[in-house]
């Protein structure tokens, strides 16, 4: 089963790593797409499996989250979705038969 992490918006993830570094490397230039290259790095270092997604939200296409992560993303009754927020703890769920057939086909 695949787990999709449904991140804050990709200006928002951009913004983050941006600050992080800022305050630990100050004056260094980052790249534009840092957050993608952190990410990435850190998938490979990690070993992270090839069923984990990073999703930012203003990704997905519209409606609810789990009918849109399998429309957009191919996600699967039994997928776990964990919801990040800046604001507010992690949750998680798992996405039902219910999701996936009220998805639109993909095109």
Do not use: H, I, K
């Not at 200006?11 to 993608?36: H, I, M, R, T, Y």
């Not at 850190?42 to 997604?53: E, I, K, M, R, T």
């Not at 930012?56 to 919801?83: I, K, Q, S, T």
């Amino acid at each position: 089963m695949a787990t999709f992490y449904l991140l804050p918006p990709r200006e928002c993830l951009e913004q983050a790593v941006s600050d992080l570094f800022a305050n630990l490397l100050p004056g260094l230039p980052l790249p534009a797409d840092a957050w993608d290259t952190l990410a990435g790095q850190l998938a490979a270092v990690v070993g992270w499996s090839d069923d984990v997604f990073l999703v930012p939200r203003d990704e997905l296409p519209e409606g609810e989250p789990g009918a849109a992560l399998a429309e957009g993303y191919g996600a699967e009754p039994g997928d776990r979705v964990v919801d990040v927020s800046l604001a507010r703890a992690a949750r998680s769920w798992v996405v039902t038969q219910a999701d996936v057939s009220s998805a639109a086909p993909a095109r």
